[in-house]
């Protein structure tokens, strides 16, 4: 055989490959007959670097975005697994818009047949290109913790240096959107900024998304130590106005935010702070409020509700003693075990309260806990927009806009905006009870009209 035609069939079996990777690749829905009940499936399916990833949806059992597996194709036959639900699917690719195979999940097998098509899951708002603006892949070394952020900078058209944002997010994990459930709130609030002529910074957390470092290890602390290196980093960038550098933080990233610029290295820095429920009470203080809240939205009894808080007061105290890790979750394990009506945990049993309890232990939680951002508020001299959703069921608006608006005394040239917005949750989103299980069936992101006092806000600061 010559090279030549080597060369041909090689190339005709990757054109091949490429197809069908086309093929299976992106969004796929259909429906399961469980006796009575009929539930929606949908799959969302990515190819990239020779290898399939996705997530599957049941929206009427409201669960989102869970991992799939072991995803194969071999001459049309597809199979996939999705471990966190104990499923495993098969089944065969007809043209490029039917799948039809079959679900399996313990001892029951039932037929799936998925059609190509558009997301079972609505997101209106996040952004498609084309955009109007620049966007660049950029990464900023934390040379300290030896850290390397990965993030996107979006510049508006001109060449006029203009003012930016620096996006921080809230607890846990995230990337660079802050995505959660499909939603992508921080892209829709940059792609809105940019197209307000402001430049954004949004950058992956420490181990998510393409950022290196261990988040196990992180803590409000060294999130503000990335903060401060991406201000650094924007001041070396010729389309900022260094004097007109902002910080906005969802959640805790709005503590965050106030950690940031309370800092003496950073405060001069920073121009302005747009908190997104924010917290501005102490930490042990808002989780205690939250889980008062979600209990009694649940419809949990006054009398439980009180027996629940009387626990979380102590753990909460005893995450924050300066007991070594171990002995922490021991004595949270045996403090757990006590509300066990007498009865005697198993290995088993307590095992699982050590890995549950662990998360007491964390750098983050024993941080987060403590930390009371009503130090750094009252030392702030920029300026700082705070809103919430009255329907906030994470971080109640009432008690900590009003701690944030008392800790900001009056200063000459400074701007102080505090807003409550009504009928809004925890993500700004239009909802009806503000609990984290509607989040994912809202369609919206985030409200217009926060999005648009936000631009307006930054763009009237002098």
């Not at 939603?183 to 290196?212: E, M, N, W």
Request: charge should be negative; glycine fraction near 8%; proline fraction near 5%.
């Amino acid at each position: 055989m010559t090279t030549k035609r080597l060369f041909a069939l090689l190339s005709c079996s990757l054109c091949l490959l490429a197809a069908t990777a086309q093929q299976l690749k992106g969004d796929w829905q259909g429906k399961v007959n469980i006796g009575p009940a009929t539930l929606r499936i949908g799959l969302h399916v990515e190819h990239a670097n020779g290898s399939y990833s996705g997530t599957m949806d049941s929206p009427d059992q409201g669960a989102y975005a869970l991992p799939m597996a072991d995803i194969a194709e071999s001459d049309g036959r597809v199979t996939f697994a999705v471990p966190q639900s104990g499923i495993r699917y098969a089944g065969t690719l007809r043209g490029d818009s039917l799948l039809d195979g079959t679900l399996t999940q313990g001892n029951a097998s039932i037929p799936l047949r998925l059609q190509k098509g558009e997301s079972l899951v609505k997101r209106p708002q996040t952004p498609r290109p084309p955009h109007p603006y620049r966007s660049e892949e950029v990464t900023i070394r934390n040379e300290k913790a030896g850290v390397t952020l990965a993030g996107t900078l979006t510049l508006p058209e001109g060449d006029k240096p203009c003012k930016a944002v620096i996006m921080l997010t809230g607890s846990g994990t995230q990337d660079r959107d802050e995505s959660i459930l499909y939603h992508k709130p921080f892209l829709v609030i940059a792609d809105y900024l940019t197209r307000h002529g402001i430049a954004v910074l949004r950058c992956d957390d420490r181990g998510a998304g393409q950022s290196t470092g261990n988040p196990a290890a992180t803590s409000l602390h060294t999130s503000a130590d990335d903060a401060a290196c991406m201000i650094a980093y924007l001041k070396t960038r010729r389309e900022i106005d260094p004097a007109h550098i902002g910080l906005l933080g969802h959640s805790e990233g709005g503590a965050i935010a106030f950690r940031t610029a309370g800092t003496e290295a950073c405060a001069p820095d920073v121009d302005f702070i747009v908190s997104m429920a924010g917290p501005g009470v102490r930490g042990d203080s808002v989780l205690l409020r939250q889980n008062i809240d979600m209990a009694r939205l649940e419809g949990m009894s006054e009398a439980r509700q009180a027996s629940l808080a009387r626990m979380l007061r102590r753990v909460y105290a005893l995450a924050q003693s300066d007991l070594p890790d171990t002995v922490l979750v021991e004595q949270l394990v045996s403090l757990y075990a006590g509300q066990m009506g007498g009865q005697t945990p198993t290995d088993a049993q307590r095992e699982q309260l050590r890995r549950q309890m662990s998360v007491f232990a964390s750098p983050w939680m024993r941080n987060f806990l403590r930390y009371d951002p009503q130090t750094d508020l009252a030392g702030l001299t920029c300026h700082v927009l705070a809103v919430n959703g009255e329907r906030d069921t994470q971080v109640d608006a009432a008690t900590n806009l009003e701690a944030i608006r008392r800790a900001l005394t009056d200063k000459p040239g400074r701007t102080v905006t505090v807003k409550s917005y009504p009928g809004l949750n925890h993500l700004f989103q239009h909802c009806t009870t503000g609990l984290f299980t509607e989040y994912a069936a809202i369609e919206e992101t985030i409200s217009p009209e926060v999005l648009a006092d936000i631009a307006a806000w930054i763009e009237k600061l002098p």
